[in-house]
Nanobody, 123 residues
Framework: QVQLVESGGGVVQAGGSLRLSCAAS????????IGWFRQAPGKERTFVAVISASGASATYTDSVSGRFTISRDNAKNTVYLRMNSLKPEDTAVYYC????????????????WGQGTQVTVSS
């Protein structure tokens, strides 16, 4: 089983950038797809991006495509989410999680959730 810890959140002005990190412990990290989700106050947790175990492929939700980039360094047991051109509507708690199915972008397709990191984008 893998344990995940997010970091890198903060307060940034609209148009700015942040890079989130998801550090993992556990021997199986390099064989697991890792996803990022976010949850705004009063709203459901929604999918942002997922990267395959090897890092060769990634999928994004439409609202962040072209602005966010997910990547991973299996030697460092870390997945990153680079967020550019941030908008106030990107404000949320961001979570990383391990996908426990072959495919999928629903929250039920993922487990081993981290504690989350807050991202606040001011206008």
């Amino acid at each position: 089983q893998v344990q995940l810890v997010e970091s890198g959140g903060g307060v940034v002005q609209a148009g700015g950038s942040l890079r989130l990190s998801c550090a993992a412990s556990g021997r199986t990290f390099s064989s697991i797809a890792i996803g990022w989700f976010r949850q705004a106050p009063g709203k459901e947790r929604t999918f942002v991006a997922v990267i395959s175990a090897s890092g060769a492929s990634a999928t994004y939700t439409d609202s962040v495509s072209g602005r966010f980039t997910i990547s991973r360094d299996n030697a460092k047991n870390t997945v990153y989410l680079r967020m550019n051109s941030l908008k106030p509507e990107d404000t949320a708690v961001y979570y990383c999680a391990a996908r426990n199915r072959i495919v999928g972008t629903k929250t039920t397709d993922f487990g081993s959730w981290g504690q989350g990191t807050q991202v606040t984008v001011s206008s």
